[in-house]
Every structure is written in structure tokens, then in C-alpha cells.
């Protein structure tokens, strides 16, 4: 893997423990957290340190999706006290990768007089809970196979999950309330998904997956990245038909005897997907890649998954791809 000018913090690879894969990252030059964002209704968001953290306000406490990298509950906590001195009562977790998980213990050791409860999907909980590595178990109270309700009424929090896709425990997380979801990584920073198959991502499986929770959830007009911005429902669903088209169009290449650069460069011939085929480096992502080298790279994963081979975590390319 090529280090190129633009990554502002180092790739650590990839730690085992127990037998799963975990993708961990340095915090080095990381965007910081930044000043909380409203996005509808109770809904806000929290950007920097890792993931978007997610934060619902309800009758009697805070939900929170996702708490960043470790050692970032200070800061988590700092933004939400700026619009509620309500408790934390719950945090969900998208995936359990530590830059979405990484400040759980830490938030529940500053709110150690109110318990908080932790849910994940059972696969993720798995992961969280075995710990290993640098940043340790984290525990798991509720955990889900499919679909989950918490709250009632405007308090309402539903969650979902619809198979693999950046890991095999990407969890959907909607607020009725306020017709918003946060989407974890499996759409991040609106291009396509960065795949751990140490974590039982796969690219094969993400337009299935994307497709069920787009028809399948209703009523949203507003979708948080795991990393970046807040998206329209139409343009969740364009990401979703451009994913697809990733995928048919590898088929189709495969069979032909193409590579995967052949395939790319079919894709690049519809202009609806120009945006997922950018050669520019988003705000914020000044670390990673771009959506044309993130498109190469998914194509590079799902021509080894069609082959049968065993896929490969790639988390950047050199410059020269980008």
C-alpha cells in the first residue's frame, strides 16, 4: 500500500483477535470533532474523531449511534450538553469497528451513576464484546438479528438489519419522529463503501443489502453518513443504484474476460454516476481515497468474491489510481 502526501493519519492494517478482523486507525491528523449539527426535528449530528456520531434527544434521556474513536467521550459529551443536560440512555452501535465504538466504555464511565445500554446486531456484539488489540472489549447489553424497536411514539427508535455489506452487522437506525437515518459505513462520505471482509464485509452482498433497506424503510427524508454529511433519501438511492450497477457491471466484465479497470471505465461512460467517480478528495477524507479509487478498489474485491477467492481488505491505493 502506497503512503501518499495526502493521508493525514497512518493505517495501523489489520488486528486480530479471536479470530476477527478489526480495522484499526491512529488518531493522528484526524479531522476533530466538530460543533453539533442539527438535522431534523430531535436529530443531530456530531462530525470528526472517526464516525459521525449520531444524537436523538428524547423525553427523558439521549440516544446516541456511535461514539468515535476512544478517548472521545469528552468531547462527545461536550456537544451534547450544548442543546440538552439530559442523560445518555442508550448508545447503538452501526458496526463494531473502534472508530464507531471506540468511546463506549469511556461514556460509561463518566456516566457511571445512570446506566447506559449498549445495543449492536448479534454479529457485531461478537466482535465488541471479544475484545483484543489495543482498545479492549466492549459490552454489549441488547443485541438484534433483524430488526428492533426501542421507545414509543416520537421517542421511537427502529433498527434494522438487511445482511452484509461494509461488515455483516451494518445496523440501519431510523427515527420515525423526525424521518431520519443514520446509515453507518456501509454509505459513508457518499461514494462506495469501503468492504472488511475480516469483519464479514463483502461487496457481492452490499447492493442486496442496500436495496432491501431502501425499500423496506419507509417515510425518511434524511440519511446520516457513517462518515461525512447528511444525504437526501434520493440520493441514498442513487448511491444504492450505483452500487448495484458496481456489481452487474463486474458480472458482466468477468464473463467477457475483463478486468476490473475495464469495468470502471464502463461505469464511467453513464454520467448519472459521475459523483461516484470523482478524482476529488472529499473535505474531511484528506486521509483516504477517492470515489474513483474507492470504485476501483470494490471492483478489485467483488471480481476476487466472484472468482471464489478469498477477499482481500484493501484500504487505500497509490496516488497514481486515486
Known amino acids: 500500500m502506497a503512503a501518499s502526501g495526502t493521508i493525514r493519519y497512518a493505517v495501523l492494517g489489520t488486528l486480530v483477535a479471536a479470530g476477527v478482523a ?25 462530525f470528526g474523531a472517526g464516525g459521525n456520531t449520531t444524537v436523538f434527544v428524547r423525553s427523558n434521556d439521549v440516544v446516541l449511534v456511535d461514539t468515535k474513536l476512544p478517548n472521545s467521550g469528552e468531547g462527545i459529551l461536550a456537544q451534547v450538553r450544548s442543546i440538552t443536560d439530559k442523560p445518555i ?33 448479534a454479529n457485531s456484539e461478537r466482535r465488541m464484546e471479544a475484545g483484543g488489540g489495543p482498545f479492549g472489549a466492549s459490552q454489549v447489553d441488547t443485541s438484534f438479528t433483524t430488526s ?8 421511537r427508535v427502529d433498527v434494522y ?8 452487522g451494518d445496523a440501519f437506525i431510523v427515527f420515525p419522529a423526525a424521518r431520519t437515518m443514520a446509515a ?30 431502501y425499500y423496506s424503510i419507509k417515510d425518511v427524508d434524511h440519511v446520516i453518513q457513517g462518515h461525512g454529511g ?10 444504492m443504484q450505483f452500487n448495484r450497477a458496481l456489481v452487474a457491471q463486474a458480472e458482466q466484465t468477468l464473463l467477457t474476460g475483463g478486468t ?12 448519472s454516476f459521475a459523483i461516484f467517480l470523482d478524482h476529488n478528495i472529499k473535505p474531511g477524507l484528506e486521509y483516504g481515497g477517492t470515489p474513483w479509487s474507492r470504485a476501483l ?9 466472484l472468482r471464489g477467492e478469498t477477499p482481500q481488505l484493501i484500504m487505500n491505493l497509490p496516488p497514481e489510481e486515486q
Open 148 to 155: 428492533m424497536t426501542l421507545g414509543e411514539g416520537d421517542d
Open 297 to 305: 478498489i470494490n471492483l478489485r474485491v467483488v471480481f476476487q468474491e
Open 161 to 168: 438489519h438487511f445482511g452484509a455489506g461494509h461488515t455483516d
Open 184 to 213: 453507518g459505513d456501509i454509505y459513508a462520505w457518499h461514494m462506495s463503501p469501503l468492504i472488511d471482509p475480516g469483519s464479514g464485509g463483502s461487496m457481492l452482498a452490499t447492493p442486496t443489502t442496500l436495496t432491501r433497506a
Open 230 to 239: 447528511v444525504s437526501t433519501w434520493q440520493e441514498f438511492r442513487s448511491f
Open 260 to 271: 476490473p479497470e475495464d469495468a470502471l471505465n464502463a461505469l464511467n461512460r453513464n454520467p
Open 89 to 121: 440512555g442508550v448508545i447503538i452501535n452501526t458496526h463494531s469497528h473502534p472508530d464507531h465504538m471506540g468511546s463506549n466504555n469511556q461514556l460509561r464511565e463518566m456516566q457511571a451513576g445512570s446506566p447506559i445500554q449498549v445495543v449492536a446486531h
Open 22 to 46: 478489526t480495522v484499526a486507525v491512529t488518531a493522528q491528523g484526524l479531522p476533530p470533532i466538530t460543533e453539533i449539527e442539527h438535522v431534523n426535528g430531535n436529530v443531530y449530528k456530531v
